[in-house]
């Protein structure tokens, strides 16, 4: 754990300020839900809470089949990082923060297809050695859009544009899987 050196109090309704320069640092913004944590040493951790980093696991799995299937690379994402890669590789996007561009289809809560030169980083820090991208927000019971499933073509076959159908059902399954 790192110090940062701020020291807040409590008022009187049992409230914290989490400063400005550490929410912008994390990216926590407002109405974001933030998970509590105790230690036995009087520790007490606040982290920001993903709904999809609870089905990590199931990610991955659902991940290797959407693959499969489609024969496309898949990327499963929370509201922050990717949480699941199959067919691309794992070092270069899992557990990565997720682009800006990313962020913004999550905010529209947009489906979106991308081809040739306008494809989307999927990471800050992408190569972008993809041709074609589908991208479609996984939408939960409660109608907050908790991340997002992608399907990625490396080669210029033009196949994604048939699967936009299967992808949105497979984005509403992932989101009835958040409680």
């Known amino acids: 754990m790192k110090a940062t050196g701020i020291v807040r ?3 009187d309704l049992g409230r914290v300020v989490v400063p400005k320069e550490i929410r912008k640092t994390l990216r926590i913004k407002e109405g974001d839900p933030l998970e509590i944590f105790t230690a036995r040493d009087g520790e007490v951790i606040l982290k920001k809470y993903s709904p999809m980093g609870e089905l990590n696991e199931f990610a991955q799995t659902y991940a290797e089949s959407l693959s499969e299937v489609f024969s496309y690379g898949v990327i499963i994402t929370d509201s922050d990082s990717v949480i699941a890669v199959s067919k691309l590789s794992k070092k270069d996007y899992k557990d990565k923060n997720i682009s800006a561009d990313l962020e913004d289809i999550i905010s529209k809560r947009s489906t979106k297809y991308f ?7 999927i990471c800050r820090d992408d190569a972008k050695d993809y041709f074609a991208q589908y991208v479609v927000p996984v939408i939960s019971d409660s ?18 544009v048939n699967e936009e159908k299967s992808l949105k059902v497979a984005a509403h399954f992932l989101g009835k899987q958040v409680q």
């Open 115 to 121: 081809e040739g030169d306008d494809v989307v980083t």
């Open 143 to 160: 109608g907050d859009c908790i991340g997002l499933i992608m399907l990625i073509s490396k080669d210029n076959d033009g196949a994604l």
């Open 9 to 11: 109090r409590i008022d």
